[in-house]
Structure formats: C-alpha cells, structure tokens
C-alpha cells in the first residue's frame, strides 16, 4: 500500500537552532516528492519539487533532499517567521491518474 | 491573479443539510481537486477534475458530489450533511501532472455538522 510519514509530529526550536524534518515513503513508480509550507488557517503553499534520488533543492533557509525512502527537509538558522506545518506529498505513477499522497506534516516553532 | 478562491470560508450545518462549496481558480489551469484535511491527517483526495467537463472519484468521494461545467470553477456539493463530514476543505489546481509542478490551494473551507 502507498504510504507516507512524516516524523517528528512536531518540533520546537530555538531560533538559529537547525534540524531536519523527515519524510518517508513506500510507493509504486514515484514520479516525484513534494513540500508544502502551511500555515495556521491557510491553504498549503508549494515549496519544492523532487524528482530523482540525490536531488536537492534550497529556498532561502531551507534545503531539501531525496533518497529512495525518505526525504529531508533541513531548515539552517531558523527564524520565528520560519513556524509552520511541512506537508509532504509523493506522487505515485502507473495509474490513470497520477496519485498524489501527502503525510500527516509536522508541525515547527522557532522559539525567539 | 486571485489564484485559488473559495467561499464560504465557515460554515456549521445541521444534519441532514445540503450544500455547496465554491472553488474558482484564475490561472487557467486543467487540473483541479478537491482535498479533506482532518486533524492529525494527512489531505485526502475526494474528487479531481482533468478538465471542463470531465471528474473522476478520488479517494474518500462517499457523500459528495462535483461537476466541472468551466475551466475555471469545481464545486462541491454535500448532500445529507453528516457529522463525519465535519472537516476543513481545500481546493487545488495544477497544469498537469506531468512533470508535476505542485498544486496551488485556495484558504480552505472550514465545515461543521452538528
């Protein structure tokens, strides 16, 4: 069954403190693995596309990365304006409709 | 460009209610989706739309309907509201799905059935 997870549930941070959040997935024929910034009462905003284990992807301070199982969103330097909910999504090939799955995100505090 | 709206932003019906959930969206996309986000959930698909005029079921479609009359507009309809459809909804559009460039959301409308 496709799936996927994200860990931790939640995290708090000191700012400038860095982490990574995680992502792992099991799906048939990923086309491609997805980050979603959202904040509270908000739609989820597109942050990064990856495509192929081994890609990265940066936007300000964060930097996203691909293996076969997982992702990593690392965030560098965190500010409180940085406090959101990470959604990631994968989306799986080999049907009619290209599925997209999102995980349950993980929600950051960047503590001033 | 609005990008992706929706009305009404809140909403509590009683049981047994109908309803219609608005979604436009302006940047001429093909794509457009519908989404249930429960606490501690992740989305869930209930139904997606590749064009005017075509839908398909999505993951968790029991208790809803939509049509696509127009590029630009994917209502939702609630028939005979239940409690289990208490949830926050969002509205999605995309160019495609290949290569996929992400979805953009409109803010989501926030349901209660009572």
């Known amino acids: 069954e496709d799936q996927v997870t994200q860990s931790p549930e939640a995290l708090r941070l000191q700012e400038g403190e860095s982490s990574s959040l995680n992502c792992s997935y099991t799906?048939?024929?990923?086309?491609?693995l997805f980050w979603y910034r959202q904040d509270p009462g908000k739609g989820p905003e597109f942050l990064f596309t990856?495509?192929?284990a081994g890609e990265e992807k940066e936007k300000e301070r964060l930097k996203a990365t691909l293996t076969k199982k997982e992702s990593f969103l690392h965030i560098t330097a965190p500010k409180p304006e940085d406090s959101a909910t990470y959604l990631c999504a994968v989306q799986a090939g080999g049907t009619s409709y290209d599925k997209v799955i999102f995980g349950p995100g993980t929600s950051l505090s960047v503590i001033p | 460009n609005a990008g992706v709206t929706q009305t009404p932003k809140f909403r509590i019906l009683k049981i047994g209610q109908s309803m219609t959930l608005q979604c436009t969206q302006d940047?001429?996309?093909?794509?457009m989706y519908w989404y249930r986000q429960d606490p501690g959930m992740g989305l869930k698909l209930i139904y997606y739309?590749?064009?005017?005029?075509?839908?398909d079921k999505g993951e968790v479609p029991n208790g809803y309907n939509v049509s696509r009359s127009t590029t630009e507009d994917f209502p939702l309809r609630l028939e005979l509201a239940a409690p289990s459809q208490t949830s926050v909804y969002f509205c999605a559009s995309s160019t495609g799905t290949s290569p996929f460039r992400g979805q953009f959301f409109g803010p989501g409308t926030r349901l209660t059935v009572l």
């Open positions: 739309s590749v064009g005017a005029g075509i839908t």
């Open positions: 990856l495509y192929s």
């Open positions: 940047m001429n996309h093909n794509y």
């Open positions: 799906v048939s024929g990923l086309r491609g």
